[in-house]
């Protein structure tokens, strides 16, 4: 009687144990999965961060290119930096009026 209820009690631990094993298999292939997902992501993100920086290169390439022949052709040439300047709003309320007087 001892020894079956031993067994049983065996019996049982031994079940629970599989069926943790099984849910720790399964949560394991998630995380797996998840991983993967982040691994596909960050390479995506690797490839376009180099595409973006390469169109960026051809980029300041031309740009210097077109600075360089608009210097040799001697064409004056304004640069603005527009992060220098902050936007303004201007009322033009004023010189409405004054055009519209007869």
């Known amino acids: 009687m001892i ?3 031993l067994c049983r ?3 049982e631990e031994i079940e629970r ?3 943790s094993i099984v849910e720790l298999e ?3 292939n998630e995380l797996k999965m998840q991983l993967q997902l982040k691994v596909d992501e960050a390479n995506s993100l ?3 961060n180099a595409s973006l920086r390469h169109k960026l290169e051809l980029m300041e390439r031309r740009e210097k290119a077109l600075t360089d022949l608009l210097r040799s052709l001697k064409v004056p040439v304004v640069r603005i930096d ?3 300047f902050e936007d303004v709003d ?3 309320g ?3 009026k004054d055009d519209q007087k007869p």
């Open 3 to 5: 020894r079956e209820h």
């Open 9 to 11: 009690e065996y019996l």
């Open 17 to 19: 144990l599989e069926r």
């Open 26 to 28: 399964e949560r394991i």
């Open 46 to 48: 690797a490839i376009e």
């Open 82 to 84: 527009e992060d220098a």
């Open 90 to 92: 201007v009322d033009l």
């Open 94 to 96: 004023p010189d409405l």
